[in-house]
């Protein structure tokens, strides 16, 4: 699973700063021998999806990207953490260039899959029949995490304000995404689902 991570870990130069309050460990863990095979998205409409739940779920996505912005390095250290992929003391890891596939869970036990590369950054990815609450759940607390790590980073390393997001790793594939989605809900032609990843367990 880590074959391509030899030639990617590197210590945080300055290191990163120490965790306060909770870590990624407590809000989701590794799940080799959950996930199921099968296709995974990013997003699939529901039996009641309608224009304005298209439009929400790029936003939802809008903010896990936003999230990660200017930290991706230090993000994917946090995340394989869980895995026991890397020693304590690297603090950052280069994304690979080639697509990587994490089997994930959430606290409320749901398997989901995670991808990591340098076109499209750090992904997450549902099954069809993953429950509309636990997905939004996942989404919220992988968000909500990063978006305070980001601001910790930022402002213990650089001694500024958080910026805005608008340069995060993946920023050109995902604004092509939405632009696709954007046009095809113009012409009235239904989104099946987008960021498809077929996982073999």
């Known amino acids: 699973m880590f074959s391509w991570l030899k030639k990617r870990r590197s210590p945080a130069q300055p290191p990163a700063p120490d965790r306060q309050g909770p870590r990624f460990s407590d809000h989701f863990s590794a799940d080799s021998g959950g996930a199921v095979s099968g296709s995974y998205a990013m997003w699939f409409p529901s039996a009641e999806e309608t224009p304005a739940s298209l439009a929400h779920a790029l936003g939802v996505i809008d903010r896990v990207y936003e999230s990660m912005d200017s930290i991706e390095t230090f993000a994917l250290a946090e995340i394989l953490g869980c895995f026991g992929g890397i020693e304590r003391d690297v603090m950052r890891v280069t994304l690979p260039d080639e697509t990587a596939i994490l089997p994930m869970r959430s606290a409320a036990g749901l398997s989901f899959l995670l991808s990591v590369s340098q076109e499209k950054g750090i992904r997450l990815h549902f099954l069809r029949s993953a429950p509309d609450d636990l997905r939004a759940e996942a989404l919220s ?60 367990a």
């Open 141 to 200: 607390s992988f968000t909500s995490y990063f978006a305070a790590r980001r601001q910790q980073i930022i402002q213990d390393l650089l001694g500024i304000p958080t910026p805005p997001a608008t340069t995060y790793v993946g920023k050109a594939w995902w604004d092509t995404m939405k632009e696709v989605a954007s046009g095809l809900q113009k012409e009235g032609v239904p989104m099946e689902k987008f960021g498809t990843i077929i996982y073999q």
